[in-house]
């Protein structure tokens, strides 16, 4: 069982940055990935990243948010630039592990604010 736990979020302006980082427990030998929930829309994907360094990213957030792991420390990062009021949300990490059958793991999230 892998825990996941996110830091970073917090309140900016419009403009501003924020580092989110999340700390896994174990290994993170998979697929990790930064979603978000706005309040009243469904959870999102934001970005993601495998463990061969491949990311993807939302269109939404392309050229701003940049997604980032050291497996050395089990941790994975989400800079995130330029941020706009549409970015406000709560984010969650998420660990997908392929074995014999997919298994997600989630962190609690954190909030991010920007005001305009």
């Known amino acids: 069982q892998v825990q996941l736990v996110e830091s970073g979020g917090g309140l900016v302006q419009a403009g501003g940055s924020l580092r989110l980082s999340c700390a896994a427990s174990?290994?993170?030998?998979?697929?990790m990935g930064w979603y978000r929930q706005a309040q009243g829309k469904q959870r999102e994907l934001v970005a993601a990243?495998?463990?061969?360094?491949?990311?993807n990213y939302a269109d939404s957030v392309k050229g701003r948010f940049t997604i980032s792991r050291d497996d050395a420390k089990n941790t994975v990062y989400l800079q995130m630039n330029s941020l706009k009021p549409e970015d406000t949300a709560v984010y969650y990490c998420n660990l997908k592990v392929f074995g014999l059958a997919r298994t997600d793991y989630w962190g609690q999230g954190t909030q991010v604010t920007v005001s305009s």
């Open positions: 174990g290994s993170i030998f998979g697929i």
């Open positions: 990243i495998t463990a061969g360094g491949s990311t």
